[in-house]
Structure formats: C-alpha cells, structure tokens
T-cell receptor
Framework: AQTVTQSQPEMSVQEAETVTLSCTYD???????LFWYKQPPSRQMILVIR????KQQNATENRFSVNFQKAAKSFSLKISDSQLGDTAMYFC??????????WGAGTKLIIKP | EPEVTQTPSHQVTQMGQEVILRCVPI?????FYWYRQILGQKVEFLVS????????KSEIFDDQFSVERPDGSNFTLKIRSTKLEDSAMYFC?????????????????FGQGTRLTVV
C-alpha cells in the first residue's frame, strides 16, 4: 500500500529564514505525482507545488522549491525568504494512477516575526 | 485557474439528521473525489466517482454515505443520520484538465471545503 510520511509535526523559524519540510513516501509505481498543499487557518486546501515522477528536474515556484529524490522516495519542500503568510499546515500528498491522493499527516509551520 | 465550488461553506446539523454537501466540479472533468479532514487530523479519502459511478471507496464510506450527480453538473455527498464524529471539513476535488490519460496537467483542484458541525 502507498504511504506518505511527514516526520515533523511542527516547525518554527524566523521570518526571512529558509525552512525545509520533509516528506517520504512508499510506492511500487514508477509514474506518479507528488504535491505539497498549504492549509491556512481557513482550512482551504491550496496547492503549493507539484512534481511529476518522470521529471528529474526539481519543481520550483517562486520561493518554493522541492528536492525530489526518486530512488530514496523523498520529496522535501524548501521555503526561501519565509514570510508571515507562510504560517499554515503543510501537507505532502502522493497521487497514484487512479488519481486518488494519499496524504501525509501534515507539518505545522510557524513563521515568527 | 479553474475553480471547484462547494456549498455550503459551513453546515450545522443535529445528530441524526441528513445533510447534503454540494460540489460543482470543473466542467469536462470525469473524475471527482470527496475527502474528509477531522479537525487536527490528516486528510482521508472517502470516495472517487468516475463516469457517473463510484469507482473506489474507503472503509469510512459506509452505508451512511452516498454520492450522486443528479443533474450532470452538481456532485453531491449525502450523509444520512449524521453522527457527532462526522464533524469535519469535507473537500471535493476534481483532478485532471483533460479527458486523456496523460498526466501532463494533472492537479487535484480542490473546492474551498464545507465545514460540517454535528451537534
């Protein structure tokens, strides 16, 4: 069965610092998608970044980038120049061939002023 | 960006009552999903719907739950005889941007969620 593990329940950094959230997953599939979602206090689910497994290049979206290590089944999220608005829950998710999302438990990120 | 619309945003219901959560997915999408997130817990898959039929459901999705697409556009999740433990955020998701099997544009577009409170 596919699983997603986020080992950091909570992280806290100062504004403008860089922070990395870890995520590992387990699957026997070779082609899949990985996502990071942000969930602010409103509890809306907002897509931060996605990575196609067949692409070796790490995805980047402005201040957000990933370190995708397919062999190690690792998919970490790096947030550069962190801002107060980045404070939220962050969920790592795996999408399999049936397009269903498998979710990690989430990491609560707190950006301190 | 394509939008998935969910209504209501917040529903308060008495235990034992039936609730219907509504979702308007992205047009031309064939796959629809419902997820649930109990406060403070991880997101859980409930059910997937493809070509007007349930394609997969989790253990959570028991006889208390049903989904349908009554008019070809709205996608509903019905919870019969609600229980206190049904209190959660319910998300509708509509993945894919085309009907093809390529994943070039795959993304799970989420609605803003319905917060269900059972009292």
């Amino acid at each position: 069965a596919q699983t997603v593990t986020q080992s950091q329940p909570e992280m806290s950094v100062q504004e403008a610092e860089t922070v990395t959230l870890s995520c590992t997953y387990d699957t026997s599939e070779s082609n899949y998608y990985l996502f990071w979602y942000k969930q602010p206090p409103s509890r809306q689910m907002i897509l931060v970044i996605r990575q196609e497994a067949y692409k070796q290049q790490n995805a980047t979206e402005n201040r957000f980038s990933v370190n995708f290590q397919k062999a190690a089944k690792s998919f970490s999220l790096k947030i550069s120049d962190s801002q107060l608005g980045d404070t939220a829950m962050y969920f790592c998710a795996f999408m399999s061939n049936n397009y269903q999302l498998i979710w990690g438990a989430g990491t609560k990120l707190i950006i301190k002023p | 960006e394509p939008e998935v619309t969910q209504t209501p945003s917040h529903q308060v219901t008495q235990m034992g009552q039936e609730v219907i959560l509504r979702c308007v997915p992205i047009s031309n999408h064939l796959y629809f999903y419902w997820y649930r997130q109990i406060l403070g817990q991880k997101v859980e898959f409930l059910v997937s719907f493809y070509n007007n039929e349930i394609s997969e459901k989790s253990e959570i999705f028991d006889d208390q739950f049903s989904v349908e697409r009554p008019d070809g556009s709205n996608f509903t999740l019905k919870i019969r005889s609600t229980k206190l433990e049904d209190s959660a955020m319910y998300f509708c998701a509509s993945p894919l941007t085309s009907t093809g099997l390529t994943k070039t544009d795959t993304e799970a577009f989420f609605g803003q969620g319905t917060r269900l409170t059972v009292v």
